[in-house]
Structure formats: C-alpha cells, structure tokens
C-alpha cells in the first residue's frame, strides 16, 4: 500500500505543478492580443542622464487578459523600471486552449531613444 501512495502523490503533485505553469507564446502573438498599450515613461533621470537602450521583460498574462507578473531579462534599471510598469498596465484578449482561457507567458522589449 505504502508503495502505491508516493507515485499517486507525484502524479498529483505534477499534475497540479503542470496546471500552474503558464503556456509560453511567441511575441508576435502576444502583441496581437494586446487590447490596452501603455508606452513607457521616459523618466527625468535618464533624459538628463542621456540613457538611451533596450529593456527585454517577460511577462505571465493571466486568464483574464491582465498582466500577474513582470520579469526583468535585461536592461539598464533606469529604464528598466518605467519599462515594467508600463507593462504591468498592459490588458490582453484571453489566450485560449480550445475554448477555456488559460496563463501564458512572453517576451516584451521596448527601446528607449532621445
């Protein structure tokens, strides 16, 4: 009995970790599905600064077309901040799996020139 228990709760464990990673999708995708776009902030601090560059961000869409989470891939953190909440505000069309929404995740970058 013992034997039968371990297997049936990593199946179950898997199961329900597999339930919670999100889909990934390509960036042209994603961006299609884009309802609400935010642009980026130029802050004071980098125009003064003169920084200029790119931000790559991966965000996780949620069923619901909103934005759960942002992760900074790269970037200068002068830029990379104004970049991700701008992102953070996004609004996304459900991405579906055959007809029930489901979590996905993509890429985003956003070039910063004076």
Do not use: C
């Not at 799996?97 to 996905?104: A, L, R, T």
Request: proline letters at 8%; glycine letters at 4%.
């Amino acid at each position: 009995m013992k034997k039968l228990i371990l297997p049936v709760l990593m199946i179950v464990s898997l199961t329900a970790f597999a339930e919670d990673t999100p889909k990934r999708v390509p960036h042209a995708t994603a961006v299609q599905s884009v309802t609400t776009k935010i642009v980026p902030d130029y802050s004071p601090i980098a125009k003064q600064l003169k920084i200029q560059g790119s931000v790559e961000l991966e965000a996780v869409i949620g069923e619901d077309g909103s934005v759960e989470k942002v992760n900074i891939i790269s970037g200068n953190p002068v830029l990379t901040k104004p970049a991700s909440e701008a992102l953070k505000k996004w609004k996304f069309k459900p991405f579906l799996e055959g007809d029930k929404p489901i979590k996905v995740v993509s890429s985003f970058d956003f070039d910063f020139k004076l």
